[in-house]
């Protein structure tokens, strides 16, 4: 049973084969669920610490005895804050611990109950999938909701400080929502960026991120959000959960998104080794991702007419991949972009898709073979730095930004 207190409303839904079903005939106000958590802490609670902390996490049990004719052995709890926190916001799971048989459970409480609860499903959350606004082809939306339809394992969105993972990371969390409203959905950050409906959103220290990790496999969660794996404990932590039967989507600081096996490696050379962890069902995929600024229309020039002088290497590799004549780069500003030379900003990225061949290459330790291989076989995406030179060709991104946004624009290999 979970009771989600909100800032001025609360919902009960409860799990009932497997899926999260809501108490309609139950209306609460957020008060109301407050004290209601309270009581369960400090009245029924037989096993709980001194004091009920309306901000702090806490466990407790309710023995089978203190509920009469229910057939409950016991009732385990875990309660706390979540958002929004400052305005009240908070959480208890309850979890139901029958008799093997449930033949002790009294049938008149169970028809009266059942008369009362008038279970439906979680309302859906509106909106659509907006990852192609944001720059993503048609290829990459597809790959992206083929990873997600997996219903464990862990996805790494990788990429610097800046380059759009979070928001990424709430589009994909929104679509979930939307597509599953009956499963659990429960996000670790520091702190709470964007509220997404229908989810358990934890705010926490960086420190506590392994900690809270373990503590929201106790909530009865379907997937896991860690907004960011920094150190060994949290990222083993998100490795249990995956293993366990959770979808885990996260974001890591690495450039590249098969770079991800060293980073890992190098906060633990043997829990974290390829060997231990890659397997394409316990990492289900990888996505490395950039921002890059697209350049206003209006006041773009041709690249021989901005002046600027290009590196001869640039210049070289650059022609290697097509004709200049289609090449722009920025302008003076005008009054469309507000004398910016820029239109917008968009995401590119690369994603991966894992399978078998890919992860036994990468535990048989040549990465780079791995990743080629991979990018060459039908349907797969190509690397990021190549988006960027399709941008660059079509006269939207200066190569110039392609480069420092992104990486050197390499010299086109012969296929």
Known sequence: MHLLIRERTAEVQIRVKGDLKTAKGISLHADQAERLAR???????????????????QDAQIAGYVLPRSGLTSVRIIRGPSWPA??????LVARLQYEGTRREIDPCVARAAAKRLKLATPERPSGEFHLGRMGFTPLQVALIERIMRNPQGIFFVTGPTGSGKTTTLYEIMMELARQYPEQRLITIENP???????????????????EMLRMALRMDPDTILP?????VEEAIAAFQAAQTGHRVPTTLHVND???????????????????????????????????????CPHCSVPLAQSGRRLPAYLLSALRTWGDLATVRARGDGCEHCDGSNIAHEQAIAEVVVTDEVLMHAVREGDVLRAA????????ADKPM??????????????????????EPIPVKELQ
């Open 385 to 406: 730095i190549e988006h960027a030179i399709d941008l660059v060709f079509a006269g939207r991104l200066d190569p110039d930004d392609a480069e420092q946004k992104v």
């Open 257 to 295: 998104p098969y770079e991800v096996f060293a980073r890992l490696a190098g906060l633990d050379h043997v829990r974290l080794a390829p060997a231990m962890i890659a397997h394409h069902r316990l990492i289900i995929g990888l996505m490395a991702q950039r921002r890059v600024p697209i350049l």
């Open 372 to 379: 080629r291989k991979h990018r060459a076989k039908p349907g």
């Open 86 to 91: 400052e305005s009240g916001g908070g959480f």
């Open 227 to 231: 907004s960011e794996i920094r150190g």
């Open 39 to 57: 009581a369960m802490y400090t009245g029924l609670a037989t096993v709980k610490e001194a004091t009920y902390n309306p901000l702090s996490f």
């Open 192 to 210: 709470v960026e964007y509220p997404i409906q229908g989810s358990l959103q934890l705010s926490t220290e960086s420190e506590r991120f392994g």
